[in-house]
């Protein structure tokens, strides 16, 4: 069940972004991201309620810190997301996505002092060359002059983002998961409230971004979070951290069912990437992936 729970997740999570990509063909990333976080944050909150039972007077102790983790890892992070998912294909948004776990790793490194193996140092050089065979078409002696296309930034924008969001994320870590991300699409809600009225957010009228709007809600953000939150304890980080490659395969299968070829290069790119953090979660020593709380992958 463990495994199939992982499985679940991951196919959700991919569903953001082929979602995600269809609703931003007729809403702004604003809009798509504070309707997200608005109507998620009620059942998330819920979920912490009965199934964790937190301590809500700490809860409310760390609102400034979660303020910031929210600024950026739900509400900038999504916006952002859902810009590049405008501007380039849902496969490529999660296959160089997926280089997260590798600069988690380095991270850990650099400034929690978490000491890195040689499988990670060799599974991080493995995730930069599929990402850089995937950006330049295979063309990787290109390098030096790739012009990226402003999807791909953001994408690596949003990456960055979504490791310093994780390292930071131990500042509440005497929270529950589930209850401070509800804290955290509550006050991501609350920060992007000025942006959508400045902006004259309207509730979807077009049917496909009405229905991607509520699958993104409904599994993205709050059951694939609930999984994820009762899985990793059974199964371990290790494997709960592997499992995350999985996403760009669903992602390209779905492009394949939608009719969008794969190019050699995103196949190639993409096996190299899933190997490079396979190398990370060998757990051979304490990992740095171990150390991270579960949060809301995408």
């Known amino acids: 069940m463990g495994l199939l729970a992982l499985v679940l997740t991951n196919l959700f999570w991919s569903g953001n972004y082929i979602f995600g990509h269809l609703a931003v063909a007729t809403m702004t990333p604003i809009e798509l991201t504070f309707f997200r976080w608005t109507l998620a944050a009620v059942p998330l909150l819920l979920m912490g309620w009965f199934l964790e039972r937190p301590d809500w007077r700490a809860v409310l102790r760390a609102i400034p810190r979660l303020c910031v983790l929210s600024a950026c890892g739900l509400a900038g992070y999504n916006v952002l997301l859902y810009w590049a998912l405008q501007l380039t294909s849902p496969f490529n948004a999660t296959l160089v996505g997926s280089i997260s776990p590798l600069l988690i790793a380095v991270g850990g490194a650099t400034f929690l002092h978490q000491r890195m193996s040689r499988l990670d140092v060799l599974g991080i050089?493995?995730?930069?060359?599929g990402v850089v065979i995937v950006l330049t078409h295979g063309a990787v002696w290109q390098i030096l002059s790739l012009h990226l296309g402003l999807g791909d930034v953001l994408i690596l924008v949003t990456t960055v983002m979504w490791v310093v969001y994780t390292l930071l994320a131990r500042w509440v870590s005497e929270i529950p998961p589930i209850t401070a991300t509800g804290m955290e699409a509550a006050l991501g809600s609350i920060i992007l409230a000025p942006f959508a009225v400045a902006t004259q957010a309207?509730?979807?009228?077009?049917?496909?971004a009405l229905w991607s709007l509520l699958f993104i809600v409904a599994l993205p953000s709050v059951v694939s979070f609930a999984l994820w939150n009762l899985t990793v304890p059974k199964v371990g980080p290790a494997l709960a951290g592997a499992s995350i490659n999985l996403?760009?395969?669903?992602?390209?299968?779905?492009?394949?069912?939608?009719?969008?070829p794969l190019l050699w290069s995103q196949i190639i790119g993409g096996a190299i990437v899933v190997i490079g953090v396979l190398l990370t979660a060998m757990p051979a020593a304490p990992h740095p992936l171990q150390a991270l709380r579960a949060h809301p992958r995408r």
């Open 125 to 129: 050089l493995a995730g930069l060359l």
């Open 247 to 260: 996403m760009p395969v669903f992602t390209a299968a779905a492009q394949v069912a939608m009719g969008t």
């Open 202 to 208: 309207k509730w979807p009228e077009d049917p496909q």
